[in-house]
């Protein structure tokens, strides 16, 4: 059974502060990828990942940044953080890039003040 | 891009009776059709795809439409019960193509009434 789990459940910042969300998946899954979740909105791709090192942007990738140093983990980073990044980001990993199931991280719930 | 508009918004039906979500996509490439159920508190899992080469796809109470004519795609859920309370997200992507992301729908949040 896939899992994907992700560093916190709840985290709550400072506008400015630098903030790192990680995700960890034990399936050996080439494909990792970071949504954020707005009520009304849906998923939202910030980051994807098809390989270590490898990243590209998704549909609003402004304000963030991705690392990929090792398969099984994907990060991503606030660089400074702003009180719209408000939001829950929940990661994803899948077998092959888009024609299969996303298995998803249980979400952090990140509040910026 | 593509683009998934996704109705209705929210949904309530009795337990027993049948819901329907349509979702519409704009690019006519699209060919991977996932639907994802997110309960509340809970994490999105698939509950169903639909490929292009296929019209219907049935797993149990729910089933996947495609009219790739129409450009649109339904989840139909029967014989509803309270557990299938949750929010769903339909999603679309051309698979296999080198550009485009995943594109989900807003969801749709479905209310079953014992």
């Known amino acids: 059974d896939v899992k994907v789990t992700q560093s916190s459940r709840y985290l709550v910042k400072r506008t400015g502060e630098k903030v790192f969300l990680e995700c960890v998946q034990d399936?050996?899954?080439?494909?990792m990828f970071w949504y954020r979740q707005d009520p009304g909105l849906g998923l939202r791709l910030i980051y994807f990942?098809?390989?270590?090192?490898?990243?590209e942007k998704g549909d609003i990738p402004e304000g963030y940044s991705v690392s990929r140093e090792k398969k099984e983990r994907f990060s991503l980073i606030l660089e400074s953080a702003s009180t719209n990044q408000t939001s829950m980001y929940l990661c994803?990993?899948?077998?092959?890039?888009?024609?299969?199931?996303?298995?998803f991280g249980p979400g952090t719930r990140l509040t910026v003040t | 891009g593509e683009n998934v508009e996704q109705h209705p918004s929210t949904l309530s039906v009795q337990e027993g009776d049948s819901a329907v979500i349509k979702c519409t996509y704009s690019?006519?490439?699209?060919?991977?059709f996932p639907w994802y159920k997110q309960e509340l508190g809970k994490r999105p899992q698939l509950i169903i795809d639909?490929?292009?080469?296929?019209g219907e796809k049935k797993d149990q109470r729910i089933a996947v439409t495609l009219n790739k004519t129409a450009k649109h795609f339904s989840l139909h859920i029967t014989e509803t019960q309270p557990e299938d309370s949750a929010v769903y997200f339909c999603?679309?992507?051309?698979?296999?193509?080198?550009?485009?992301?995943?594109?989900f729908g807003k969801g749709t949040k479905l209310s079953v009434k014992p």
């Open positions: 399936m050996d899954h080439e494909n």
């Open positions: 994803a990993s899948s077998l092959r890039r888009w024609g299969s199931q996303q298995y």
């Open positions: 999603a679309a992507i051309k698979d296999g193509g080198s550009q485009g992301n995943l594109i």
């Open positions: 690019d006519s490439a699209s060919n991977y």
């Open positions: 990942s098809y390989d270590v090192k490898m990243k």
């Open positions: 639909i490929r292009s080469n296929v």
